[in-house]
């Protein structure tokens, strides 16, 4: 919904409350406060009431304005004709296979599940992918047909130890490691 419905929707409803209010005001005077002059107690009575339906009125309408929206994160990984791009939340980050100095995997515990992530590192960047970012499969599938030394099982190699970084270097150009 629109916020400009919302807050349309917040006025009318201050409207109608306010005028049930006014017109039964006189009433609950007359029934609960007989003797009272009631013109100054019901003037008094229907201030502080719009006042009060005012200021409920407003507060949640603020509260709606300002909330601020979680958007979702684009995280995307997508391979391209000579390598592969990330997308971590609009930046992206492209790298060449044949660019790739190091690869390092490694698992964050986030209390209830563990997240497999690799760090990929060329001479002048370096990025960062999870096994939530979408086509993991399809670029980890690659990746292993590019660099067929690392282990094909090392993120169930990675998941086992609990609550540990457990960050293993799963490739470096330099030392050429499995």
């Given at each position: 919904?629109?916020?400009?419905?919302?807050?349309?929707?917040?006025?009318?409803?201050?409207?109608?409350?306010?005028?049930?209010?006014?017109?039964?005001?006189?009433?609950?005077?007359?029934?609960?406060?007989?003797?009272?002059?009631?013109?100054?107690?019901?003037?008094?009575?229907?201030?502080?009431?719009?006042?009060?339906?005012?200021?409920?009125?407003?507060?949640?309408?603020?509260?709606?304005?300002?909330?601020?929206?979680?958007?979702?994160?684009?995280?995307k990984i997508e391979?391209?004709?000579?390598?592969?791009?990330?997308?971590?939340?609009?930046?992206?980050?492209?790298?060449?296979?044949?660019?790739?100095?190091?690869?390092?995997?490694?698992?964050?515990?986030?209390?209830?599940?563990?997240?497999?992530?690799?760090?990929?590192?060329?001479?002048?960047?370096?990025?960062?992918?999870?096994?939530?970012?979408?086509?993991?499969?399809?670029?980890?599938?690659?990746?292993?047909?590019?660099?067929?030394?690392?282990?094909?099982?090392?993120?169930?190699?990675?998941?086992?130890?609990?609550?540990?970084?457990?960050?293993?270097?799963?490739?470096?150009?330099?030392?050429?490691?499995?």
């Amino acid at each position: 919904m629109k916020k400009s419905k919302i807050i349309l929707i917040h006025f009318v409803l201050f409207i109608l409350l306010s005028l049930v209010f006014f017109f039964s005001a006189e009433s609950i005077l007359k029934t609960f406060a007989p003797d009272l002059n009631y013109v100054t107690v019901w003037i008094t009575l229907v201030n502080f009431g719009i006042a009060f339906i005012f200021i409920v009125l407003l507060i949640s309408c603020l509260i709606f304005i300002l909330r601020k929206k979680k958007t979702k994160k684009i995280e995307k990984i997508e391979l391209t004709k000579n390598g592969f791009q990330i997308n971590y939340d609009e930046e992206i980050t492209q790298f060449k296979w044949s660019e790739i100095e190091k690869l390092t995997g490694f698992k964050v515990d986030r209390i209830t599940t563990d997240d497999i992530c690799l760090k990929i590192e060329s001479d002048n960047k370096i990025s960062f992918a999870t096994e939530e970012f979408e086509g993991w499969r399809i670029f980890m599938t690659e990746l292993l047909n590019k660099f067929p030394e690392i282990d094909k099982n090392w993120e169930s190699i990675i998941a086992i130890s609990a609550f540990e970084r457990k960050e293993t270097e799963l490739y470096n150009r330099n030392k050429n490691v499995g």
